[in-house]
């Protein structure tokens, strides 16, 4: 435990005031793999080392519960009206269903539409049309302005991340969703932003919060109108007009709209469900593939390698009209993109060490003992591993800044390093192989663990590799002192946006170049 000088409050205050840092200078102090700060009445247990987290993870769902924090967000953020808890048996199985994500026919499926998507848009993704009507859905929200014929000047991470989101969204509900509420696009990110003042439930101070409310309010309208317009043509009814047949939607949507639907579950039941997998689905995966980038442009030696490795896997498709470079399509090799490629893998692993701040919270239903390996004991220069006992009504937290960051688990952290990833395969001949260490906790873990991360690893890597490809980037904001791009981070809580957006010159390449 964490000394504390304030009786029943505990840490709570230096908790609200800079929660990084406590986190960071507990982490610090412990000589422990684990530590406990006091919040009010409830104990909060910081698991630091991989021996204890992969304990935590093994839990069962009756000793570690994510079901309370599940309802909490569903009825502060997600606007259930507490109406979840009541049909606890729908929400179970909406959980199972969950799974249909991790098949490997679901990971496919989506994976080869977003690369398909990606592949007849990448040349196009800055279109040079002067005028917004003319412009892509993505230009128009992130500013494009045309320099010259050739160069271009936007704000990059909106830009990746709407052209992301148009990528992936059909592959889960269909084409027509995009269509029909073009909105959500934007709105989704604009809602995400604030996400972590809107977890405290409490009404909009100032004019940011409220127009990300408005935002949230759109895309549950969204996702309603989504849902009754599929019923519709389930029922062989009109859907409406624009919504068409909507059988290009995933298995996975299919079967949590039969859930919801024939299971009677209130409307706002059914709308706080599908904003919570739209937050899921785009607020990591599109976001990270921003940040990879700053990485991999702010390194001309990175860039160049990564180029060199994907661009046997982006071939151009002989189609019609292929002959003006803007309109050419191209076919993304996913797979190897993501088996035969260690640097561009390997950087994206580092990048969510480095730049995202997640923290995985279960709730401590049932006392359990953890025991640390003899190798996580020697960290804290014991050769005695320690078990310690986790008590019932606490919280289990597994911070990722506190463990992406420590120096006792990570050599060098502050240093942005692939390599880390990186290992030569005994089992392939010796072949480089990037691998997701045990110390990274980017998905959370255990029964609760994020159920879209191949598809995400799929997806982030068609992106990344398909704009490297294509596109030459220059930063055209203000720099710091050393000449580095001036990137800031709005949060530092999940995966953040960064504050305000960067602008940057982006111009056309022929992508030939990346087999010299
Ligand atoms: C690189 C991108 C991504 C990251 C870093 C990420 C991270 C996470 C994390 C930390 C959790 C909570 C895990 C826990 O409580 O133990 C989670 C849950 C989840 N994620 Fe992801 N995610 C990503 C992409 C995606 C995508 C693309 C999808 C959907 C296609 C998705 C769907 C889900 C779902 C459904 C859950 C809830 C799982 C459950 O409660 O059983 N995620 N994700």
Known sequence: MLPHWIPYLGHGLSYVLDYAKLIGQARDHSREGIFTLRLLSWKHYVVLTPSLAKQVFAQRQSVLSTYNLFL?????????????????????????????????????????????????????????????????????????????????????????????????????????????????????????????????????????????????????????????????????????????????????????????????????????????????????????????????????????????????????????????????????????????????????????????????????VKDFTITESAADAALFGRSDPRSYTLKAGGMVVIDNKASHSDPRLWQNPEQFDPSRFIIRDPLDGGKKKAVFTDQLYSFGGGHSMCKGRTFAERELLTFVAAIVTFWDIEYAGPKNEDGSWKVVKGTLAGSPHPRPDIRVKMSRRDPKLNAL
């Not at 290009?248 to 079967?255: M, R, T, V, Y």
Request: hydrophobic share 45%; net charge negative.
């Open 72 to 364: 909490r967000m569903q009825e502060l953020v997600f606007g259930d009206k507490g109406l979840s808890a009541q049909v606890p048996e729908l929400e179970e199985q909406y959980f199972h269903n969950l799974n249909v994500l991790m098949l490997n026919s679901a990971v496919m499926d989506a994976s080869n539409r977003t690369a398909s998507f990606v592949g007849k848009t990448i040349a196009s993704l800055i279109s040079f049309a002067k005028d917004p009507v003319d412009q892509m859905p993505w230009e128009r929200v992130s500013d494009v302005r045309v320099l010259d014929e050739r160069q271009a000047e936007g704000s990059l991470f909106t830009l990746v991340s709407r052209w992301a989101y148009c990528a992936s969204m059909p592959a889960m509900f269909g084409q027509a969703f995009l269509d029909q509420c073009p909105m959500a696009m934007d709105d989704i990110f604009l809602f995400h932003a604030e996400l972590p003042y809107l977890v405290t439930g409490l009404p909009a101070p100032n004019q940011k919060i409220s127009e990300a409310m408005q935002a949230r309010d759109r895309c549950r309208e969204a996702v309603r109108r989504w849902f009754h317009a599929h019923k519709a043509v389930k029922e062989g009814k009109d859907p409406g007009a624009g919504w068409g047949d909507m059988k290009d939607i995933s298995e996975f949507a299919k079967l949590q709209h039969r859930l919801m639907d024939d299971g009677g579950a209130p409307e706002e039941v059914v709308c706080a469900n599908l904003l919570g997998f739209l937050i899921l689905q785009h607020t990591n995966a599109n976001l990270i593939a921003f940040w990879v980038l700053i990485h991999v442009y702010a390194d001309p030696h990175l860039l160049q390698d990564i180029r060199a490795e994907v661009s046997p896997y982006i071939s151009k498709l002989d189609e019609p009209a292929s002959d003006t470079p803007s309109k050419s399509h191209y076919s993304i090799d996913h797979t190897s993109l993501s088996r035969l490629c260690p640097l561009i893998k390997a950087t994206w692993l580092e990048t969510m060490r480095v730049d995202v701040f997640g923290a995985v919270f279960k709730t401590i």
